[in-house]
């Protein structure tokens, strides 16, 4: 059915929400962003989520808010007999179920989802759950810290000495769900062509490892002992962190010998400069002391601004670290749509909007979070005829990828980008890698002296294979008008665009959306730079770390007395590519429909805001943020304890007054159990020194592995806080295949990560390696430009095309030739 871009790309869907978690509820939140009827089922007590802190001075919960405006709610009494009639009714009249009844039923009535998927063929289902619904954790009580800690997310985070640092809640949920929307989003894509349904089940655990996946493959391929490093240092480069200046915090990153070269220049540091033994950030890392204690006072002679303004100059990567009361007096934020109104009973203020900015059919901007029970009308006239047709039609698509009939071509390097097309190639889309033999991607290494090119070392790096497996490459000298030409020729028969170049390098190259648009005009394009294509600070250069840096997350992190503290050594990349992914599909949905592509505008670094949305939301309504350490503003006790050995431990959390008992049982202290005046969490808060130290009296003396079975067999939330390398020997990703092996060239046999979502007890598999530089030239060229060998022969021999990297002597004589 045809819809009109006024609408909303999603308007012609009803989705509907059951059970509670922040997962589906963030999920279901996107569909309502571009337009979806989203029906919430709550319990007449409504959704426990109402309940989580921070709160507004109304006693509303902004993270509730942040999760569920412009949704309507609907309340259904497990008690009363029509209960399931009822639900059932809803959910067969819908076209997306989004189902969080395994992480928390909130009371909500049992269906027969396979009598429904039998009378609804067409119908979509998601299904999330903590870890699975098979495999050693699959029954484990868990929190969003407890799970971040076995994904490898904290303990690379915080001082030597320990204990590791993590932040607040939020993470888990704002990653699962896009995820989730993922798996959806692209099942809606196939419909449009198939009138298939699809069911998936989501693994909250294994969506967390996402940003691990780097540090895993990066450290086990090079052997290398992974430490926590300190606070705002991370490994395996240096420095990537957080500095104070005259007025404010400066994040910093010098990834490239370039960039290291201008930010000793821009500090008059010229000793370091031209030292032979700092030129790569890896190995400064072994002179962190010594290089700290001759920047960090450089610093302090300006403002955060100053540095921001002069690295910008010198193409550095350093960014201001905003306040939350910063980015709440952003004009550019407010109209970009990342900061956006919000009403919450009588209360309001401002939340995170969508950060999937598409052009034409863009999300809505702000909203009300509705009461329990309270309808809000978004009208379609089309919604109901859409239903009706899918409730009539259609069959399981069973063994076909969802995206089988896209192509993409993927202008992307690094992280973000790349995994964005990675997840697009996981789930059956045609992706071709566009690279060139002077400029590779960069994750294939920064080094062009000979003995890396001779020895093809940028064809065994890790994190390469990674992110690019399942793609086609090609290398297209862009700079000349053969390349430009074949590549215009490829874009013309493609479904999608995907660049996380600098805003410019497209347009400059006359690969512009107004040029490609009139080339195909169904064509999806979507930028991906760091603030956005209309920035002020546009032309900013940033890797992931700079994107934390600047999202107002580390000011909410760490000790209340500490500085901002970063999570992750580069947490905006991953994050920005499952933004991406979610944008394309969105758009794609749309362009199947109507015929109509678009650009997409996507700011990596607000892609990063919604972590810190419950924060904004409270402090636009008056209320300071509060930094809790590892502590928790409801969970009482929540922190990291020692365990026995060395640098061993585990996060541990009592989420209501049954499992604080149980906890205190365990503990060897009946006493606290018994004790009426420790069943409230705000009572024990006052003793919770007493109490913290009680727990690591009983962790201490205990492996963390067995510590946390002890704890899970008296349905305790507890996760061994992991090395992300640890992964790899995870008994449970192991029992659920989660890891993969794959053959490549130059490399061998190795690991390759699973997708978190599946259609069957087993993940999608990986087809095919990632592309060695240039190894489908051949094949995509002859099969779908339909050039010949002399041509194909011709275009190598001119340099447009190859399969080897330009070393920095070459690539300077290529230069001069031309």
């Not at 699975?132 to 985070?157: H, M, N």
């Not at 419909?191 to 996402?210: D, H, P, Y």
């Amino acid at each position: 059915m045809k819809k009109e871009s006024s609408m909303g790309a999603l308007s012609h869907l009803r989705v509907v929400e059951i059970g509670s978690s922040p997962a589906t509820s963030y999920c279901a939140r996107l569909f309502a962003d571009f337009g979806a009827d989203v029906q919430k089922v709550e319990p007449p007590a409504g959704d426990p989520l109402r309940h989580s802190a921070p709160l507004t001075p109304g006693a509303q919960s902004a993270w509730f808010a942040f999760l569920n405006f412009n949704k309507s709610s609907i309340i259904i009494d497990p008690s009363n007999p029509d209960a399931i009639m009822r639900l059932t009714t809803l959910i067969e009249n819908c076209d997306v179920l989004v189902d969080g009844r395994d992480v928390d039923t909130a009371d909500c009535a049992s269906i027969d989802v396979a009598a429904i998927r039998k009378r609804r063929p067409k119908w979509i289902h998601l299904e999330a759950s903590w870890f699975g619904r098979e495999g050693p954790y699959s029954g484990f009580a868990a929190t969003d810290s407890t799970v971040r800690a076995l994904a490898g997310l904290i303990k690379l985070v915080g001082p030597v000495e320990g204990p590791p640092s993590h932040a607040p809640d939020f993470q888990t949920g704002i990653l699962a769900g896009l995820w989730g929307f993922i798996a959806v989003a692209c099942s809606a894509v196939t419909q449009v062509q198939t009138s298939a349904g699809r069911s998936w089940s989501l693994s909250i655990f294994e969506a967390n490892l996402a940003p691990s996946e780097l540090l895993m493959f990066e450290a086990a391929a090079h052997g290398e002992e992974m430490r926590r490093l300190g606070i705002n240092r991370f490994w395996p480069g240096f420095p990537v962190g957080i500095y104070e200046t005259k007025e404010g915090w400066l994040g910093v990153t010098t990834a490239t010998p370039a960039q290291w070269r201008a930010f000793c220049d821009m500090l008059g540091l010229v000793d370091l400069r031209d030292d032979p033994a700092l030129v790569l950030a890896e190995d400064r890392m072994h002179h962190m002391e010594r290089i700290e204690r001759e920047f960090m006072p450089r610093l302090k002679a300006r403002t955060a601004q100053e540095w921001f303004a002069e690295g910008l100059k010198r193409k550095i990567p350093i960014v201001p670290v905003p306040t939350i009361s910063d980015l709440l007096h952003s004009r550019e934020k407010k109209a970009r749509g990342a900061i956006v109104p919000v009403v919450i009973g009588e209360e309001e203020g401002v939340t995170t909007g969508s950060m999937q900015r598409l052009t034409l059919t863009p999300p809505r901007r702000g909203g009300r979070v509705p009461a329990p029970g309270e309808q809000q009308s978004f009208a379609n006239p089309l919604r109901q005829l859409v239903s009706t047709e899918s409730a009539s039609s259609g069959c399981a698509d069973a063994g076909r990828p969802p995206l089988q009939a896209v192509r993409v071509i993927d202008f992307s390097m690094g992280w973000a980008g790349p995994l964005c097309t990675r997840v697009l190639a996981d789930l059956g889309a045609d992706v071709i890698k566009i690279e060139a033999i002077q400029y590779p991607d960069w994750w294939r290494g920064v080094d062009r002296r000979c003995d890396y090119v001779d020895g093809q070392m940028y064809e065994k790096t890790a994190r390469f294979c990674i992110m690019n497996r399942n793609k086609r490459g090609i290398t297209l000298d862009l700079t000349r008008p053969q390349g430009l030409d074949l590549a215009k020729r490829l874009i013309a028969g493609a479904d999608i665009v995907v660049s996380n170049y600098s805003v410019d390098v497209l347009p400059k190259l006359g690969l512009g959306y107004d040029v490609l648009r009139a080339l195909n005009p169904q064509l999806v394009m979507m930028s991906m730079s760091a603030f956005g294509a209309d920035s002020v600070h546009r032309h900013c250069r940033a890797y992931g770390s700079t994107l934390e840096q600047g999202s107002g997350l580390p000011g909410m992190v760490g000790e209340p007395d500490g500085p901002p503290t970063m999570s992750h050594t580069a947490f905006g990349d991953p994050v920005g590519g499952l933004n991406g992914c979610a944008a394309v599909l969105v758009a794609l949905i749309h362009a199947k429909n109507t015929g109509q592509g678009q650009f997409i505008d996507l700011a990596q670094i607000e892609c990063m805001m919604p972590f810190a949305a419950p924060w904004i939301t409270v402090q636009s309504m008056g209320v300071s943020p509060t930094r809790y350490g590892n502590r928790h503003p409801q969970f009482v006790p929540h922190g990291c304890f020692r365990c026995a050995g060395e640098d061993n431990w585990i996060v541990v959390a009592a989420t209501d007054e049954q499992m604080w008992r149980r906890l205190a049982l365990l503990i060897g202290r009946p006493d606290w159990a018994m004790d009426a005046s420790l069943k409230c969490a705000e009572t024990r808060r006052k003793v919770e020194n007493v109490i913290e130290r009680g727990i690591e009296n009983w962790t201490v003396t205990r492996n963390a592995d067995e510590a946390m079975l002890d704890l899970q067999a008296s349905n305790v939330a507890a996760g061994v806080v992991r090395l992300p390398i640890d992964l790899l020997n995870d008994r449970h990703l192991r029992s659920r295949a989660f890891l993969q092996e794959v053959e490549r060239a130059f490399i061998g046999l190795h690991q390759q990560p699973s997708m978190p979502i599946r259609e069957s007890v087993r993940p999608y598999g990986i087809r095919t390696s990632a592309p060695t530089l240039g190894q489908h030239n051949r094949d995509i060229l002859s099969e779908l430009l339909g050039l010949s060998d002399d041509e194909i022969a011709q275009l190598l021999g001119d340099g447009i095309i190859g399969t080897a990297m330009l070393s920095e002597r070459e690539l300077a004589k290529a230069k001069r030739l031309s």
